[in-house]
């Protein structure tokens, strides 16, 4: 089945330190599936970080980055230097396209950044 | 402002009763959905409606049922609760299917 797999938290790093968050995906259901990066802040509700619809691209928002890595079906989150503001929870999910809507999430990623 | 409102933030209740969780978008989206994240953290979908219409019924117990009033409203009733029901249920929307999804804050329920 459609499956998502990131790293196990919780990940903490010091500011100014970069991050990577690992995300690797299976997608028996459809060939190319779309690929997303969600976050959840302390007390927010979950919410979209960045999205890549086409293999080989590179998605990016408020100094985060992932590349739709299709010959080793991964996703993985980047950021070159964090800030105690970007500790929350990651999730990375896949998205059947179609008429579903679905999205099929990975368990989260918490990241603490220490000042 | 416009978001996705779920109401309550927190339910306690015994084995056997009903409940019933409210979810309400302000973003004129068509699409809502409601997911569901267990004790393991697994976040995975229960339902999705499109302009008021069943489109996705995972494999979920009979005694989970959405309720769409409008395409503004989708609230969930769960008749007789059980132990394993015990989770964070949220609630989203979407302006088409397949469009970028807003989520509400959660509802978490403790079944006792």
């Known amino acids: 089945g459609d499956s998502v797999t990131q790293t196990e938290g919780p990940v903490t790093v010091s500011e100014s330190e970069s991050l990577i968050i690992n995300c690797t995906y299976s997608a028996t259901s459809i060939a190319y599936p779309n690929l997303f990066w969600y976050v959840r802040y302390p007390g927010e509700g979950l919410q979209l970080l960045l999205k890549?619809?086409?293999?080989?691209q590179k998605g990016s928002s408020r100094g985060f980055e992932a590349t739709y890595n299709k010959e080793t079906t991964s996703f993985h989150l980047q950021k070159a230097s964090v800030q105690e503001s970007d500790s929350a929870v990651y999730y990375c999910?896949?998205?059947?396209?179609?008429?579903?809507?679905?999205?099929?999430f990975g368990l989260g990623t918490t990241l603490q950044v220490q000042p | 402002e416009t978001a996705v409102f779920q109401t309550p933030n927190y339910h306690v209740t015994q084995v056997g009763n009903e409940v019933s969780f409210n979810c309400k978008q302000t973003?004129?989206?068509?699409?809502m959905y409601w997911y569901k994240q267990d004790s393991k953290k697994l976040l995975k979908i229960m339902f999705s409606y499109n302009n008021k219409q069943l489109i996705v019924n995972e494999t979920v117990p009979r005694r989970f049922s959405p309720q769409s009033s409008d395409k503004a409203h989708l609230n969930l009733r769960i008749k007789s609760v059980e132990p394993e029901d015990s989770a964070v249920y949220l609630c989203a929307s979407s302006a088409t299917l397949n469009t970028e999804v807003f989520f509400g804050k959660g509802t978490r329920l403790t079944v006792v």
């Open positions: 890549v619809i086409t293999a080989g």
């Open positions: 999910a896949l998205g059947i396209t179609g008429n579903t809507g679905k999205l099929i």
């Open positions: 973003l004129g989206h068509d699409t």
